[in-house]
Protein backbone atom coordinates (compact mmCIF):
# COMPACT_ATOMS: atom_id res chain seq x y z
CA UNK A 1 0.00 0.00 0.00
CA UNK A 2 1.25 3.20 -0.96
CA UNK A 3 1.64 6.06 2.05
CA UNK A 4 -1.17 8.66 1.56
CA UNK A 5 -0.16 10.89 4.67
CA UNK A 6 0.36 14.49 3.94
CA UNK A 7 3.38 16.47 3.86
CA UNK A 8 4.12 20.21 4.57
CA UNK A 9 6.84 22.15 2.28
CA UNK A 10 9.17 23.72 4.37
CA UNK A 11 9.67 27.46 3.86
CA UNK A 12 12.79 28.76 2.65
CA UNK A 13 15.96 28.76 4.54
CA UNK A 14 14.59 25.48 6.55
CA UNK A 15 12.43 27.20 8.71
CA UNK A 16 8.94 26.09 9.88
CA UNK A 17 6.09 25.24 7.61
CA UNK A 18 4.25 28.34 6.40
CA UNK A 19 0.73 28.31 8.09
CA UNK A 20 -2.21 29.77 5.82
CA UNK A 21 -4.66 32.41 6.73
CA UNK A 22 -5.04 35.45 8.64
CA UNK A 23 -3.50 35.90 11.74
CA UNK A 24 -6.39 36.91 14.79
CA UNK A 25 -4.40 40.77 14.97
CA UNK A 26 -5.29 40.96 11.04
CA UNK A 27 -8.79 39.56 11.44
CA UNK A 28 -9.45 42.20 14.19
CA UNK A 29 -8.34 44.95 12.34
CA UNK A 30 -9.98 44.17 8.75
CA UNK A 31 -13.72 43.27 11.13
CA UNK A 32 -12.78 46.73 12.49
CA UNK A 33 -12.76 48.29 9.21
CA UNK A 34 -15.61 47.07 8.03
CA UNK A 35 -17.70 48.23 11.05
CA UNK A 36 -16.31 52.23 10.58
CA UNK A 37 -17.76 51.52 6.71
CA UNK A 38 -20.93 50.38 7.75
CA UNK A 39 -21.16 53.79 10.38
CA UNK A 40 -19.96 55.67 7.74
CA UNK A 41 -22.92 54.39 4.93
CA UNK A 42 -25.20 54.67 7.72
CA UNK A 43 -24.63 58.14 8.51
CA UNK A 44 -24.56 59.17 4.88
CA UNK A 45 -27.92 57.68 4.39
CA UNK A 46 -29.15 59.62 7.33
CA UNK A 47 -27.52 62.58 6.53
CA UNK A 48 -29.17 62.16 3.00
CA UNK A 49 -32.36 61.04 3.45
CA UNK A 50 -33.39 63.58 6.77
CA UNK A 51 -35.76 66.62 6.08
CA UNK A 52 -33.01 68.62 7.86
CA UNK A 53 -34.85 72.10 7.10
CA UNK A 54 -38.26 70.40 8.64
CA UNK A 55 -36.77 69.03 11.92
CA UNK A 56 -35.15 72.12 12.34
CA UNK A 57 -38.63 73.98 11.80
CA UNK A 58 -40.18 71.60 14.41
CA UNK A 59 -37.26 71.04 17.02
CA UNK A 60 -35.08 73.80 16.89
CA UNK A 61 -36.94 77.22 16.15
CA UNK A 62 -34.87 80.04 18.88
CA UNK A 63 -37.88 82.18 18.80
CA UNK A 64 -40.09 79.23 20.74
CA UNK A 65 -36.75 78.53 23.14
CA UNK A 66 -36.51 81.87 24.13
CA UNK A 67 -39.99 82.07 25.28
CA UNK A 68 -39.34 79.31 27.43
CA UNK A 69 -36.73 81.66 29.56
CA UNK A 70 -36.90 82.31 32.48
CA UNK A 71 -39.32 80.12 34.03
CA UNK A 72 -37.51 76.93 32.57
CA UNK A 73 -35.06 77.67 35.68
CA UNK A 74 -36.93 79.52 37.76
CA UNK A 75 -40.14 77.51 38.18
CA UNK A 76 -39.61 74.00 36.53
CA UNK A 77 -36.00 73.43 37.08
CA UNK A 78 -36.41 74.55 40.55
CA UNK A 79 -39.26 72.43 41.11
CA UNK A 80 -37.54 69.25 39.80
CA UNK A 81 -34.77 69.96 42.11
CA UNK A 82 -37.15 70.40 44.85
CA UNK A 83 -39.02 66.93 44.15
CA UNK A 84 -35.85 65.07 43.18
CA UNK A 85 -33.75 66.36 46.28
CA UNK A 86 -36.76 65.53 48.74
CA UNK A 87 -37.76 62.08 47.47
CA UNK A 88 -34.07 61.44 47.37
CA UNK A 89 -33.35 62.42 51.33
CA UNK A 90 -36.76 61.00 52.67
CA UNK A 91 -36.02 57.58 50.29
CA UNK A 92 -32.27 57.48 51.68
CA UNK A 93 -33.88 57.82 55.48
CA UNK A 94 -36.59 55.42 54.68
CA UNK A 95 -34.54 52.74 53.37
CA UNK A 96 -31.91 52.74 55.79
CA UNK A 97 -34.64 52.10 58.33
CA UNK A 98 -35.56 49.21 55.75
CA UNK A 99 -32.46 48.09 55.24
CA UNK A 100 -31.55 47.59 59.23
CA UNK A 101 -34.78 46.16 59.54
CA UNK A 102 -33.44 43.67 56.82
CA UNK A 103 -31.09 42.64 58.90
CA UNK A 104 -32.54 42.59 61.99
CA UNK A 105 -32.24 39.07 64.36
CA UNK A 106 -36.60 40.14 64.77
CA UNK A 107 -38.56 38.21 62.16
CA UNK A 108 -41.73 40.40 61.93
CA UNK A 109 -38.95 43.22 61.16
CA UNK A 110 -37.06 40.65 58.24
CA UNK A 111 -40.51 40.29 57.06
CA UNK A 112 -42.20 43.84 56.80
CA UNK A 113 -39.12 44.92 55.31
CA UNK A 114 -38.65 41.92 52.48
CA UNK A 115 -42.69 42.41 51.69
CA UNK A 116 -41.68 46.19 51.07
CA UNK A 117 -39.01 46.29 49.20
CA UNK A 118 -39.81 43.54 46.85
CA UNK A 119 -43.25 44.73 46.35
CA UNK A 120 -42.29 48.44 45.95
CA UNK A 121 -39.42 47.06 43.52
CA UNK A 122 -41.68 45.05 41.27
CA UNK A 123 -44.54 47.70 40.87
CA UNK A 124 -44.01 50.20 38.03
CA UNK A 125 -43.34 53.80 38.76
CA UNK A 126 -46.20 55.19 37.11
CA UNK A 127 -48.45 52.89 39.12
CA UNK A 128 -47.04 54.55 42.07
CA UNK A 129 -47.93 58.01 41.63
CA UNK A 130 -51.08 56.93 39.89
CA UNK A 131 -52.04 55.11 43.54
CA UNK A 132 -51.29 58.48 45.21
CA UNK A 133 -52.86 60.61 42.83
CA UNK A 134 -56.12 58.41 43.59
CA UNK A 135 -54.98 57.89 47.54
CA UNK A 136 -57.68 60.58 48.49
CA UNK A 137 -60.61 58.87 47.06
CA UNK A 138 -59.56 55.89 49.03
CA UNK A 139 -58.90 57.57 52.20
CA UNK A 140 -61.59 60.05 52.84
CA UNK A 141 -60.10 63.60 53.98
CA UNK A 142 -56.83 62.53 53.75
CA UNK A 143 -54.28 64.72 52.41
CA UNK A 144 -50.62 64.62 51.96
CA UNK A 145 -48.88 66.90 54.01
CA UNK A 146 -47.12 69.70 51.74
CA UNK A 147 -49.65 69.69 49.19
CA UNK A 148 -48.37 69.18 45.62
CA UNK A 149 -44.76 69.16 46.67
CA UNK A 150 -45.69 66.79 49.63
CA UNK A 151 -47.40 64.23 47.12
CA UNK A 152 -44.82 64.46 44.30
CA UNK A 153 -41.65 63.93 47.06
CA UNK A 154 -44.03 60.70 48.73
CA UNK A 155 -44.39 59.06 45.17
CA UNK A 156 -40.46 59.71 44.93
CA UNK A 157 -39.78 58.41 48.36
CA UNK A 158 -41.77 54.89 47.81
CA UNK A 159 -39.81 54.86 44.58
CA UNK A 160 -36.28 55.58 45.60
CA UNK A 161 -36.67 53.32 49.25
CA UNK A 162 -36.84 50.34 47.90
CA UNK A 163 -33.80 50.39 45.62
CA UNK A 164 -31.81 52.41 48.46
CA UNK A 165 -32.64 49.98 50.87
CA UNK A 166 -31.38 47.49 49.69
CA UNK A 167 -28.53 49.60 48.36
CA UNK A 168 -27.74 50.44 51.88
CA UNK A 169 -28.03 47.03 53.03
CA UNK A 170 -25.21 45.58 50.99
CA UNK A 171 -22.61 48.78 52.36
CA UNK A 172 -23.98 47.97 55.73
CA UNK A 173 -22.99 44.14 55.15
CA UNK A 174 -19.49 45.58 53.64
CA UNK A 175 -18.56 46.98 56.57
CA UNK A 176 -16.25 44.07 58.45
CA UNK A 177 -18.01 42.41 61.11
CA UNK A 178 -14.60 43.38 63.34
CA UNK A 179 -15.65 47.24 63.72
CA UNK A 180 -18.79 46.26 65.56
CA UNK A 181 -16.89 43.86 67.68
CA UNK A 182 -14.37 46.22 68.48
CA UNK A 183 -17.26 49.02 69.49
CA UNK A 184 -18.59 45.87 71.30
CA UNK A 185 -15.57 45.35 73.32
CA UNK A 186 -15.01 49.28 74.24
CA UNK A 187 -18.71 49.55 76.28
CA UNK A 188 -21.00 50.75 73.50
CA UNK A 189 -24.06 49.32 72.73
CA UNK A 190 -25.46 48.00 69.66
CA UNK A 191 -27.78 51.01 68.60
CA UNK A 192 -24.65 53.43 69.38
CA UNK A 193 -22.07 51.18 67.58
CA UNK A 194 -24.27 51.37 64.50
CA UNK A 195 -24.82 55.05 64.53
CA UNK A 196 -21.39 55.98 65.20
CA UNK A 197 -18.70 53.17 63.64
CA UNK A 198 -20.72 51.08 61.25
CA UNK A 199 -23.41 53.54 59.34
CA UNK A 200 -21.22 56.37 58.49
CA UNK A 201 -18.86 53.99 57.12
CA UNK A 202 -21.45 52.09 55.24
CA UNK A 203 -22.35 55.63 53.72
CA UNK A 204 -19.07 56.40 52.31
CA UNK A 205 -18.91 52.81 51.03
CA UNK A 206 -22.56 53.32 48.86
CA UNK A 207 -21.90 56.93 48.26
CA UNK A 208 -21.15 56.55 44.36
CA UNK A 209 -24.26 54.15 43.61
CA UNK A 210 -26.16 56.24 45.48
CA UNK A 211 -25.29 58.88 43.05
CA UNK A 212 -26.54 57.37 40.59
CA UNK A 213 -29.60 56.33 41.96
CA UNK A 214 -30.51 60.09 42.95
CA UNK A 215 -29.75 61.04 39.12
CA UNK A 216 -32.49 57.95 38.18
CA UNK A 217 -34.78 59.70 40.89
CA UNK A 218 -34.43 63.16 39.14
CA UNK A 219 -35.25 61.18 35.80
CA UNK A 220 -38.44 59.74 37.95
CA UNK A 221 -39.65 63.39 38.67
CA UNK A 222 -40.92 63.29 35.22
CA UNK A 223 -43.54 61.54 36.51
CA UNK A 224 -45.19 63.96 38.71
CA UNK A 225 -46.95 65.27 35.81
CA UNK A 226 -48.93 62.46 35.92
CA UNK A 227 -50.27 63.91 39.28
CA UNK A 228 -51.95 66.82 37.76
CA UNK A 229 -49.26 69.57 38.49
CA UNK A 230 -49.90 72.91 36.89
CA UNK A 231 -48.74 76.42 37.28
CA UNK A 232 -45.71 77.09 40.27
CA UNK A 233 -45.43 73.29 40.74
CA UNK A 234 -44.70 71.95 37.07
CA UNK A 235 -41.33 70.31 36.90
CA UNK A 236 -39.54 70.00 33.95
CA UNK A 237 -41.50 67.29 31.75
CA UNK A 238 -44.72 68.70 32.25
CA UNK A 239 -43.38 72.73 31.43
CA UNK A 240 -41.93 71.23 27.97
CA UNK A 241 -45.37 69.60 27.46
CA UNK A 242 -47.15 72.73 28.15
CA UNK A 243 -44.91 74.89 26.25
CA UNK A 244 -44.91 72.60 23.12
CA UNK A 245 -48.95 72.22 23.08
CA UNK A 246 -49.09 76.66 23.50
CA UNK A 247 -46.89 77.05 20.09
CA UNK A 248 -47.56 73.70 18.61
CA UNK A 249 -43.85 73.13 17.92
CA UNK A 250 -41.63 70.32 20.23
CA UNK A 251 -38.76 72.78 20.38
CA UNK A 252 -39.59 73.61 24.59
CA UNK A 253 -39.22 69.61 24.12
CA UNK A 254 -35.66 69.74 22.93
CA UNK A 255 -34.55 72.35 25.19
CA UNK A 256 -36.17 70.34 28.04
CA UNK A 257 -34.19 67.15 27.49
CA UNK A 258 -30.67 69.37 27.29
CA UNK A 259 -31.61 71.02 30.62
CA UNK A 260 -31.81 67.25 31.98
CA UNK A 261 -28.52 66.50 30.30
CA UNK A 262 -26.63 69.41 32.12
CA UNK A 263 -28.16 67.96 35.11
CA UNK A 264 -27.54 64.33 34.87
CA UNK A 265 -24.20 64.14 32.89
CA UNK A 266 -22.41 66.20 35.36
CA UNK A 267 -23.85 63.66 38.25
CA UNK A 268 -23.11 60.67 36.02
CA UNK A 269 -19.24 61.88 35.92
CA UNK A 270 -19.02 62.13 39.48
CA UNK A 271 -20.50 59.21 40.13
CA UNK A 272 -18.20 57.17 37.91
CA UNK A 273 -15.13 59.45 39.38
CA UNK A 274 -16.26 58.25 43.14
CA UNK A 275 -16.04 54.78 41.82
CA UNK A 276 -12.92 54.74 40.72
CA UNK A 277 -11.05 56.56 43.23
CA UNK A 278 -13.35 53.84 45.72
CA UNK A 279 -11.50 51.23 43.78
CA UNK A 280 -7.72 52.73 44.06
CA UNK A 281 -8.59 52.39 47.93
CA UNK A 282 -9.52 49.05 47.77
Do not use: C
Not at 158 to 183: D, F
Not at 223 to 241: A, H, I, P, R, W
Amino acid sequence: MTDQSTTTEPTPGGGAPARSGLSPRKRQQISRAVQYVVLAAVAVFLALTIEWGELGKNFARLDVAEKTLPELFTIALKNTIIYSVGGFVFAFLLGLLFALMRMSSVRPYRWIAIAYIEIFRGLPALLIFLLILFLPLALSGFQVPGGTYGEGILGLTIVGSAYMAETLRAGLQAVPKGQMEAARSLGMSYTRAMVSIVIPQAVRIVIPPTTNQFVSLLKDSSLVLFLGVSGDYVELTKFGNDMASTHANATPILVVGVTYLLVTIPLGYLASRLEKRQAKGR
